[in-house]
T-cell receptor
Framework: GAVVSQHPSRVICKSGTSVKIECRSL??????MFWYRQFPKQSLMLMAT?????????EQGVEKDKFLINHASLTLSTLTVTSAHPEDSSFYIC?????????????FGAGTRLSVL | GQQLNQNPQSMFIQEGEDVSMNCTSS?????WLWYKQDPGEGPVLLIA?????ELTSNGRLTAQFGITRKDSFLNISASIPSDVGIYFC?????????FGAGTRLAVHP
């Protein structure tokens, strides 16, 4: 399958700082990437859809000014958690959609564990 | 909104046993995907289904796209310890995926 690289894998930061997470599709171009948040023992919750060259589409209840998304190229999307607070601590996972003919599949990064002190 | 009902929530089985899990929805999906997630990792794609009635295998794994397009199942035959993890179904159209709550599988040697 296609490879999606996500960095960093873990970050610990102080409250009030901003954290940037990168998601790269290594062997395919992804016009669309997705950002998910996962709480312990729960399923993936879609936060936003990142579209190359245009604004991200946020799910209801997700603050766009809090979670800044930039999809500057066909292989890179970034999520910046601005002014992070302890309640933002979570596991963040990105995915990239690969189009294989008429079939669209999402491949996931390894996730980023964010801990805000 | 669209929701998926995934069952069972958890399973505790002996090594060598077969496993079956399923997902149902009130909505029709064009795609059914099955992923496995290990602790602290992102989900890994196991099987992708695109056509109603499609039956696809990947080694010891077999999955089917229900005829009504509202359900899918995943079977694992002759389980081994490394099958431990959380299995998620996901239904989707062209863009978003809707995920089930997951099936947590434990395999005892």
């Amino acid at each position: 399958g296609a490879v999606v690289s996500q960095h960093p894998s873990r970050v610990i930061c102080k409250s009030g700082t901003s954290v940037k997470i990168e998601c790269r599709s290594l062997d395919f171009q992804a016009t669309t990437m997705f950002w998910y948040r996962q709480f312990p023992k729960q399923s993936l919750m879609l936060m936003a859809t990142s579209n190359e060259g245009s604004k991200a589409t946020y799910e209801q209840g997700v603050e766009k000014d809090k979670f800044l998304i930039n999809h500057a190229s066909l292989t890179l999307s970034t999520l910046t958690v601005t002014s992070a607070h302890p309640e933002d601590s979570s596991f963040y996972i990105c995915s990239a959609r690969a189009s294989e003919g008429a079939k669209n599949i999402q491949y996931f990064g390894a996730g980023t564990r964010l801990s805000v002190l | 909104g669209q929701q998926l009902n995934q069952n069972p929530q958890s399973m505790f089985i002996q090594e060598g046993e077969d496993v079956s899990m399923n997902c149902t929805s009130s909505s029709i999906f064009n795609t059914w995907l099955w992923y496995k997630q290990d602790p602290g990792e992102g989900p890994v794609l196991l099987i992708a289904l695109y056509k109603a009635g499609e039956l696809t295998s990947n080694g010891r794994l077999t999955a089917q796209f229900g005829i009504t397009r509202k359900d899918s199942f995943l079977n694992i035959s002759a389980s081994i310890p490394s099958d431990v993890g959380i299995y998620f179904c996901a239904g989707g159209g062209y863009n978003k995926l809707i995920f089930g709550a997951g099936t947590r599988l434990a395999v005892h040697p």
